[in-house]
């Protein structure tokens, strides 16, 4: 009897902590962007109204993402994107955190070769080809895998032979839901 009720806790926790998890990382998101924006933009209101700031924000970010896609307004992009790529410093910052999120949401997203490398004889990994072409390295016979840790926002570059990477026929991002989550999520059905 008490082996079925705690394997019943079990299956429950499993099913409520990654829901927990989530609302709690929505909540905590729409609470940060209300106590920021709600203030500055609705502070004559008498009420607050929960969400507000999140919409606004959603907003504001896709207006910006509007206006910044005009023609009219690539030469204050281009020049400000300058800027930002010659104070010291600032570059190195500014450049990683472009280049890391147009990876990932640009036109030149990164993450969209997902393989699998063989880094020592019987030890493998998930990664995704980042570049091909590592002349500009002085680099030859090799490619540029990226591979990203369990559980993490983080990961590993390494340069590897062709011949140790084989293309994985899955969506990418199921090939990095499968890496990030350690291998517990499963991949749905790959490619044709």
Not at 1 to 28: D, H, Q, S, W
Not at 168 to 185: C, D, Q, R, Y
């Amino acid at each position: 009897m008490m082996k079925t009720l705690l394997n019943y806790f079990l299956r429950g926790l499993l099913f409520i902590f990654p829901l927990y998890a989530t609302i709690f990382v929505i909540v905590v998101l729409i609470n940060w962007l209300d106590s920021a924006v709600n203030p500055i933009l609705f502070g004559w209101l008498p009420f607050q109204i929960p969400g507000l700031g999140f919409l606004t924000s959603l907003i504001v970010i896709a207006l910006l993402g509007f206006i910044i896609s005009t023609a009219l307004t690539r030469p204050i992009v281009t020049f400000f994107e300058n800027l930002m790529s010659r104070i010291p410093f600032i570059k190195i910052i500014y450049t990683a955190f472009k280049d890391f999120s147009e990876a990932f949401l640009g036109d030149k997203k990164k993450f969209n070769k997902p393989v699998i490398v063989t880094l020592t004889e019987g030890v493998d990994r998930i990664g995704f080809i980042t570049e091909r072409d590592l002349t500009i390295l002085n680099i030859q016979d090799r490619v540029a895998v990226y591979c990203p840790h369990s559980y993490n926002f983080s990961g590993n570059l390494f340069l590897v032979e062709p011949s140790r990477v084989q293309i994985l026929k899955i969506e990418p991002s199921e090939a990095m839901k499968f890496a990030v989550s350690a291998g517990v999520t499963q991949i749905e059905s790959p490619k044709k």
